[in-house]
């Protein structure tokens, strides 16, 4: 374990403010040497390196790395990380075919716990240290996913999926059991140790709306708890939803109406929502998860982030990964391929809006911006350590750049887990190359 009181030395970055509705040169705070000092897994201090602020402190020195706040995820299901690059469909029938068979895999508590490690390991070799996780129907599969995320004691936030209807019989919630089942696993994990829970109804499709319904009040009734599930992602889904809730006035007011919009509601997607219904994710807190490579993958659509952060009505949004119909654990690829959304959109996502979108504005996204996202006094010390001549390419390219924003976009251009130098989590390194990862 590390000791409790220890210190990075590094370049370091961190956002102050949102770049999309302030000036990104003064959003970002940029130290070229760093000293980032750590005391019982928090954040004590970040300033400019001296001989004098390191005295006495164990440092360990990241020479030419970047320290960055841990990457967010704020959609995921890792259950489907045996399936990820399933061929030729697009989403419904993409779930048919490959999601739900391999969901159902998840009956099996030791298959669930073998996943949950590899997801887990993957995800923190990447660089992320926090995400907004899917399990699967089955109360098992949370329990598997929460267990070994608090051994590692990362923050996660994590739900068992709700369906009873639209779903194979070895998937559905028994008449009556989805809500009583979800209550008791947030009952047992939501506010421990890092643990967050969210209530998890899969998407309108596959539930009735008695379980959205009820799905709203068990979230209500616990303040402070999540709920995640997924909006407009696709044309024929939305065409189906229409059909489902023909009361709806649009695909939000059906989550609505079940009262599931407000702060820590979690919306995987959105592409084809309107004006109307950005509105009403502004007005109500609802947050975005941007996914661009599951939304490339499965030829959903281009999410217009810029539409969706408009400076008199910004909704919240974060940057999703959405394996396994996302294509990458890495936060750099997401953020690569958010870029190239942007560009056939005819808009110009910079390095510090991908910066931010993955660090702050994650954290943003998930209420959780006074603990994590930023390098700051206070902060949970989760730290990734960029290292951005990991390649020979890299070491190439870099060499090359004129500023930091100009080798942060040659980061997400053509960095990925490669990059990644170290993992913090609260304060202590962990360690992903060995066949367990655990805190070092
Ligand atoms: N919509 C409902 N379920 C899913 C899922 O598992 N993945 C994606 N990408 N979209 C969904
Ligand atoms: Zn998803």
């Not at 302030?22 to 954040?43: C, F, K, Q, R, Y």
């Not at 379980?211 to 889904?237: C, K």
Request: aromatic fraction near 8%; charge should be negative.
């Amino acid at each position: 374990p590390a000791p409790p009181r220890h210190a990075l030395r590094g370049g370091a970055i961190s956002f102050r403010a949102d770049p999309f509705l302030s000036d990104p040169a003064e959003a970002l705070e940029h130290w070229p040497d760093a000293l980032l000092v750590i005391e019982n897994g928090h954040i004590a201090s970040i300033g400019p390196y001296s001989p004098e602020a390191a005295a006495g402190l164990p440092v360990t020195h990241h020479p030419e790395a970047l320290l960055c706040p841990g990457f967010v995820d704020t959609h995921v299901h890792y259950p489907q990380t045996g399936m990820i690059g399933a061929y030729g469909e697009q989403l419904l029938a993409w779930l048919e075919r490959y999601t739900f068979p391999a969901e159902l895999e998840f009956a099996d508590p030791e298959h669930a716990a073998r996943v949950a490690r590899l997801f887990l390991r993957e995800l923190l070799a990447a660089g992320t240290t926090t995400a907004a996780v899917f399990c699967t129907v089955h109360a098992a599969s949370v329990e598997a996913f929460f267990a070994e995320s608090a051994r590692l004691n990362t923050r996660m936030i994590a739900g068992k999926v709700l369906m009873d209807r639209n779903a194979p019989p070895g998937l559905l919630d028994g008449p009556g059991h989805g809500i009583p089942e979800s209550e008791a696993l947030l009952l047992r994990w939501h506010g421990r140790g890092r643990q967050l829970y969210a209530v998890t109804p899969r998407f309108a499709p596959t539930s009735t709306p008695a379980q959205l319904q009820a799905a709203g009040r068990l979230w209500r009734a616990h303040p402070g708890s999540y709920m995640q599930t997924h909006i407009a992602e696709n044309t024929a889904e939305v065409d189906w939803v229409r059909e489902l809730f023909p009361e709806a006035s649009d695909y939000l007011d059906v989550y609505h109406r079940a009262g599931l919009t407000g702060p820590r509601a979690l919306f995987g997607h959105g592409i084809h929502l309107s004006e109307g219904a950005l509105c009403r994710c502004h007005q109500t807190g609802s947050a975005l998860a941007h996914c661009p490579t599951s939304n490339l993958f499965l030829g959903s659509g281009l999410f217009r982030v810029f539409a969706a952060k408009r400076a008199d009505r910004p909704v919240r949004v974060g940057l999703g990964s959405d394996l396994g119909a996302g294509t990458s654990f890495s936060a750099l690829r997401t953020m690569g391929e958010a870029y190239k959304v942007a560009q056939l959109n005819g808009d110009g996502l910079s390095a510090l809006h991908a910066f931010y979108l993955a660090t702050l504005g994650g954290a943003e996204a998930l209420a959780l911006e006074n603990r994590i996202g930023r390098l700051a006094p206070g902060y949970e010390a989760d730290i990734v350590v960029l290292d951005p001549q990991a390649t020979p390419l890299l070491r190439f390219r870099t060499a090359r750049c004129r500023d930091l924003a100009e080798k942060l976009f040659v980061l997400m251009t053509l960095g990925d887990e490669r990059v990644v130098r170290a993992t913090y989590v609260a304060g202590s390194r962990i360690l992903t190359g060995t066949a367990q990862a655990g805190p070092s």
